[in-house]
């Protein structure tokens, strides 16, 4: 499965609604079988207002509606815009039949010079937190295929959840993300191998699209 997210900030906010229906219709003309394009929720950090995500059958389709998108970014009305393209990552699980929940989307970027095998660390710990974290009922890490935006994004990381308290209550206070994911990203821990300059956002979603 071959994925784009991309995070658009406004110059110009009344333009959102419109520029959101481009893309979903470019979307459609690319033939992306799944699609979210919403506004993004209070308590994003550098989201943007735009959250669009996008699935395709094989890398060349997401290209060219990569390629396709590129005059809309270039826009007056558009500010900036952050994301990954991609190919999903190992394990993961989706729930079908999830509906009306909140889709979140976590951009990050591992330090250039960081050993193979403390990626790998990383990674799997992530990838436990759903065995920790029931709220969480969709989840896929994955690795960047390319990347835009402020820093050169290497993971996305995705989440599914019922509802907005999930993420803000049992995911962001759980005390697995405190003692085994946070020090990955503390300035101040010896652990740290993540740049302090991420991409949190997330959105309303009518039906699961992991």
């Given at each position: 499965m071959y994925r784009l997210t991309r995070l658009v900030t406004l110059a110009d906010s009344g333009r959102l609604s419109a520029l959101a229906d481009e893309m979903r219709a470019l979307?459609?003309?690319?033939?992306?079988?799944?699609?979210?394009?919403?506004p993004t929720l209070?308590?994003?950090?550098?989201?943007?207002?735009?959250?669009?995500?996008f699935a395709f059958d094989d890398a060349v389709q997401r290209s060219d509606f990569d390629a396709a998108l590129a005059p809309l970014f270039a826009a007056p009305a558009v500010?900036?815009?952050?994301?990954?393209?991609?190919q999903s990552g190992p394990g993961g699980r989706s729930e079908p039949g999830l509906a009306n929940g909140v889709y979140r989307v976590l951009l990050l970027s591992v330090d250039?010079?960081?050993?193979?095998?403390?990626?790998?660390?990383?990674?799997?710990?992530?990838?436990?937190m759903p065995h920790y974290i029931p709220a969480i009922r969709g989840w896929q890490l994955s690795r960047a295929d390319e990347a835009t935006g402020a820093r050169r994004w290497t993971h996305v990381w995705e989440q599914e959840y019922a509802d907005v308290g999930g993420l803000m209550g049992p995911y962001m206070m759980h005390p697995y993300h405190w003692a085994r994911i946070d020090r990955w990203f503390d300035p101040e821990c010896p652990d740290r191998i993540v740049d302090a300059r991420l991409c949190h956002s997330f959105c309303a979603m009518e039906a699961s699209v992991l």
């Open positions: 979307a459609t003309a690319h033939s992306a079988y799944r699609q979210l394009v919403a209070a308590g994003s950090h550098f989201g943007g207002e735009l959250l669009a995500h500010a900036s815009v952050d994301g990954v393209a991609y250039e010079d960081t050993d193979p095998a403390l990626v790998e660390r990383f990674e799997a710990e992530t990838r436990m």
